[in-house]
């Protein structure tokens, strides 16, 4: 919808109101004027119709005989107003007239043609009580009749009489007896009401000119007070717009006794409150920020000093897996001789050592070889970060049969079922050392397992926000629960050395380590003597 601002509206029915109330005042004004320019010329017409009866009387007794009548009608004739005057006697004859050719008729006044053309609308039977009520006006009020009007003229009629007896006139009025004396003539006047006209028409021709002006200054006072109306409120709305874009130091600027004032004064108010409120927040803004500006470098502190201990601890462990391998390489060759030097002694002098020195060095021979397993497992170990093979995408289905191809022998052995899955994923990764993570969860599954039939499933989540889970789940021994984190160090162990086929505690350690270079987790879940299940994820990137 088209916005219409209240300024225009004002203007708008303000004009409205003033052209209506011009005109009507205009209309009221033209009537009056109308009606009293009429009725002064009725007065006027009587007036003179009556001076024209008193001063004929002496014409028509006479039958103008002097022609007292004609210079009678001649002066009345300078009245520009006057149309025709009659002077009859009272049988009916006019004796003067404006019309010359008139003169002479004789005609009562009932039939004069004359009141026939004043009152031709009128029944002529009543011409009779016209020419009464003339008599009778004649001597109640010494006043004239006004006949009527036809075509812009008004008619005026008048008696002329002589007497003063009060009754005879009476009862020549209301008998018709126009034989008794008394009324001698009547007088007829006309006059125009085009004088009327004319002042009617530039009365009107003023009022349209009034009613311009008033139109004119009525616009311009309804523009004057609905600025002073709406300034205020254009005032307030720019305000409250500046308010609202961000500008809270804005004011209205209103000193008015109105509710318009009232209004700028809760406004300034509410705006004052508004202004405080948004301060404070900004306080509380700016120490919020400073604090966390705080808390993030410490945090950054923080995260130098954590990388700069990663990076040294990564430095030592590197140090330390090269001590290691440099170590136990270096260990396996004095090994190796003992051991050798050993058998040699057992093999060569056996017949001159005793029983108790055969025995020890049977036990020097086996702790030399268990000593040689611990070095080649703590080889393998260091090799996982040492190695680096490169990374590509495998079924990680084949990596779990070729782990159990490795482990023929002791599923065989052990009567194992086990289970694969159909859907194992694809992963992206170092295939020989994933394959040894399977090996090792499942060579554990099918070693720690006391039951007759031992049965084993390997599976997958499929890939997942954490890439891809697997899990390899058995009917074996089981873990307690406090152990779950233990078993995952280098060389820890559940078990005595023997038991469930030995072993030295570092498949799990090397587990550990493979998933950690891949960038995901191994966690187990287990129920001490109904099986475990231990999980891993191999994040897709
Ligand atoms: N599936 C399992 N069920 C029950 N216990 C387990 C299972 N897997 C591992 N363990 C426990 O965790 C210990 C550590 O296992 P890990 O594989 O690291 O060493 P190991 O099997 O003893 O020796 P290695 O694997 O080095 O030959 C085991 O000694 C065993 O006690
Ligand atoms: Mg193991």
Not at 166 to 178: H, N, P, R, V
Not at 184 to 198: D, M, T
Not at 299 to 316: D, H, M
Not at 509 to 531: F, L
Request: glycine share 8%; proline share 2%; charged share 25%.
């Amino acid at each position: 919808m088209k916005k219409v601002s209240i300024k225009t509206k004002l203007v708008f029915f303000g004009s409205i109101l003033m052209t209506v109330s011009a005109i009507i005042l205009s209309w009221y004004f033209l009537t009056s004027a109308s009606n009293l320019l009429r009725n002064e010329l009725i007065k006027r017409g009587m007036e003179i119709t009556h001076n024209l009866a008193y001063t004929s009387r002496d014409g028509i007794l006479t039958e103008n005989l002097f022609h007292e009548l004609d210079s009678l009608i001649e002066a009345a004739m300078l009245n520009p107003d006057i149309v025709f005057v009659a002077l009859l006697n009272k049988h009916g004859k006019v004796l003067a007239h404006t019309q010359p050719k008139e003169i002479g008729k004789s005609t009562r006044l009932n039939q004069c043609t004359i009141c026939h053309g004043a009152l031709a609308h009128t029944d002529p039977k009543k011409m009779s009580s016209v020419y009464r009520e003339l008599t009778k006006k004649i001597f109640l009020s010494k006043d004239t009749v006004c006949l009527g009007e036809k075509e812009e003229t008004i008619h005026f009629g008048g008696a002329v009489a002589i007497s003063t007896d009060k009754k005879s006139l009476i009862e020549e009025a209301e008998g018709l007896d126009t034989e008794k004396p008394g009324v001698i003539g009547a007088v007829l006047l006309g006059i125009s009401l085009k004088g009327i006209h004319v002042r009617t028409n530039n009365i009107l021709k003023v009022s349209l000119g009034i009613i311009l002006i008033l139109v004119v200054i009525g616009i311009a006072l309804s523009f004057f007070f609905s600025s002073r109306i709406t300034t205020p409120i254009i005032s307030l709305t720019k305000t409250s717009h500046a308010i609202s874009s961000g500008d809270l130091g804005n004011r209205v600027e209103i000193k008015t006794n109105d509710e318009i004032g009232e209004l700028a004064v809760s406004f300034n108010q509410m705006a004052e409150n508004l202004k405080k409120a948004m301060d404070e927040l900004s306080i509380e803004k700016k120490s919020l920020e400073q604090k966390v500006q705080k808390r993030t470098q410490e945090l950054e502190e923080a995260n130098i000093e954590l990388k700069t201990r990663a990076e040294e601890l990564e430095s030592v462990n590197k140090e330390l897996d090269a001590f290691t391998y440099s170590a136990s390489h270096d260990l396996k060759e004095p090994l190796r001789g003992i051991a050798s030097f050993s058998q040699f002694l057992l093999e060569d002098y056996a017949d001159k050592l005793d029983d108790t020195g055969k025995n020890y060095l049977k036990r020097l021979i086996a702790s030399a070889v268990r000593m040689k397993t611990l070095i080649d497992d703590l080889l393998a170990l260091s090799r996982i970060s040492r190695i680096k093979n490169p990374y590509t995408s495998v079924d990680s289905g084949k990596l779990v049969r070729e782990a159990i191809k490795g482990l023929r022998a002791i599923i065989d052995e052990k009567g194992a079922k086990i289970k694969i899955d159909n859907e194992l994923p694809f992963v992206f990764c170092d295939e020989v050392k994933i394959r040894s993570v399977f090996y090792n969860l499942i060579s554990n599954a099918i070693k720690y397992n006391d039951k007759k039939c031992p049965e084993i499933e390997i599976g997958s989540d499929g890939q997942g926000a954490d890439g891809a889970v697997f899990f390899v789940k058995d009917n074996g021994i089981g873990i307690k629960e406090e152990h779950f984190d233990d078993i995952f160090g280098i060389f820890k162990r559940l078990h005595g050395k023997d038991e469930y086929g030995g072993g030295t505690g570092v498949g799990l350690a090397i587990v550990k380590r493979v998933i950690n270079d891949h960038g995901g987790k191994v966690w187990v879940k287990s129920t001490s003597g109904e099986g475990s299940m231990f999980c891993f994820n191999i994040p897709r990137n």
